[in-house]
């Protein structure tokens, strides 16, 4: 490492896919023993700049250097020669492997694994950093955080100096973020270079010595470590939200930022008595590393948020699909209004009104190689006004409607019918919850809705959830690992544990915060 010279410099960086320019002339520089925080709005370019710097894609134009030396960034194996390493938001271990096993596996590894000397090189850089790690743990057992700290310590492992970790708490309990900015240190500590892609302004600014921010493709500004350090926390996050949104930062701004540095202040709402869902003993046949669902039992009323927190893999996700149709229920009862739809299909619940917003946006919740148009009317295939009788497809009647959505929730694309693939993942959230969320919901159930959006799209999202159940009536299931976003937009907020339903905390008067991050705080079951 030299010191006397940036990291990494990215000069001129310019890269386009079709009808997307993603970079345009984008200059960066990384310096060793510092963490440097991107920022951005989704579809600015952060993810798209870090993949060519990781090799995952190649640059149209511009070039990298390390440490003063020009360099060709071709391939992931290339970028892991050099020293760079990438940490996704979702984990890549293997989930049935051992902390030891996902570390030794790897491009490294030979045809015999020598146990014992990967074991001592374990211990000593598990000390280097100040972790406890257990070198026999299952990996698919640990918490998110953990398995993120052996993501990290695998990275490490295979000799990578320059770290860009993708979101990092995005998925994180508040104590687990506690424990990586610790970790940041330590990184710092030992000279490494760390890009740390986030969308929170607060937690740029408390882990960043500089930060550079992304508008549409271009370098839109940047601090350095003399202004992080000398201006004040709420003069930053207002500078950093210009740099984001330019003449489109006012509106919101004020509310944003106030959001971020205290306990929202939310009403108590005046609901009507009658129920438009209810679980009785609800239960789900667990799948592999699953915990299921155990006799969950509630009632959401019409025009309520009944918020569901707990720390992932706590069941959240079955008892989400489980209301949706996905899966089965092995035991209890489920009715929609006065309906019985235990054991009804998807489409059935979706004609009467049940939407689902799935948290696997890229996987389950779009079609990549169909038009932006046709993903917004998937689940309106073969209906009046769009298909007629004999099967044909109008596809001006369906670009209407689709246009009608896009400006709507202002989903950034070139035209209705650039594939849907071709979108980052903000504007891709935003296709599924427009298409969710029109023609004429009764009850949404949301699966972390806002995770991984920028800060100005997660607004827009939480005034509509807010909009739809108080002005017209449509119920909510808000799953979410978002506490401030709990408590922002629920009436009620159950806590699940082990696929049970520990606790239900009404959002009113003082002390809410406490009494869910207790029940979530019991539930971890943290372990090795």
Known sequence: MNMGLPAVELRGITKTFPGVVANSDVDLALHWGEVHCLLGENGAGKSTLMQILAGMCRADSGTVTIDGVLV????????????????????????????????????????????????????????????????????????????????????????????????????????????????????????????????????????????????????????????????????????????????????????????????????????????????????????????????VSFAVRTGEIFGIAGVDGNGQRELAEAIAGQRRLEEGRLTLSDTDITHTDVGYRQRLGLRFVTDDRLGEGMVSSLSVSLNLLLKRIGERPYWGRTGR????????????????????????????????????????????????????????PTQGLDAKTTVAIRRRIRRLASEDGVAAVLVSNDLEELLDLCDRIGVMSGGRLVGIVDNRGLGVEERVGALMADSSGEEW
């Open 393 to 448: 497809f109008f596809p001006a009647t369906a670009s209407r409607t689709a246009e009608k959505l896009i400006d709507e929730f202002d989903i950034r694309t070139p035209t209705a019918e650039t594939h849907g693939g071709a979108l980052s993942g903000g504007n891709v959230q935003k296709m599924v919850l427009a298409r969710e969320l029109s023609f004429q919901p009764k009850v949404v159930v949301y699966n972390k």
């Open 72 to 295: 060709d960034v071709s391939a992931p194996r290339m970028a892991l020669s050099l020293g760079i390493g990438m940490v996704y938001q979702h984990p890549t271990l293997v989930p049935t492997f051992t902390v030891l096993e996902n570390l030794i596996l790897g491009p490294k590894a030979g045809l015999r694994l020598d146990r014992k000397k990967a074991v001592v090189a374990l211990r000593a850089l598990s000390e280097r950093l100040r972790l406890e790690v257990d070198p026999e743990a299952i990996t698919g057992k640990l918490t998110l955080g953990r398995q993120q700290q052996v993501e990290i310590i695998k990275t490490l492992w295979s000799g990578s100096r320059v770290l860009i970790l993708d979101e990092p708490t995005a998925m994180l309990t508040p104590h687990e973020v506690t424990r990586l900015q610790a970790l940041l240190v330590s990184l710092k500590n030992q000279g490494l270079a760390v890009v740390f892609i986030t969308h929170k302004l607060r937690e740029a600014i408390a882990v960043g010595d500089r930060i550079t921010v992304l508008r549409r493709g271009k370098v839109a500004g940047r601090l350095d470590p003399m202004e992080l350090r000398a201006v004040a926390s709420g003069e930053l996050q207002g500078r950093i939200v210009t740099m984001m949104f330019g003449d489109d930062a006012g509106s919101w701004a004020g509310s944003a930022a106030s959001r971020q540095e205290q306990r929202p202040s939310r009403p108590p709402r005046a609901l009507p008595d009658d129920v438009v869902l209810r679980l009785d003993s609800a239960s789900v046949k667990p799948g592999r590393q699953e915990v299921g669902v155990n006799e």
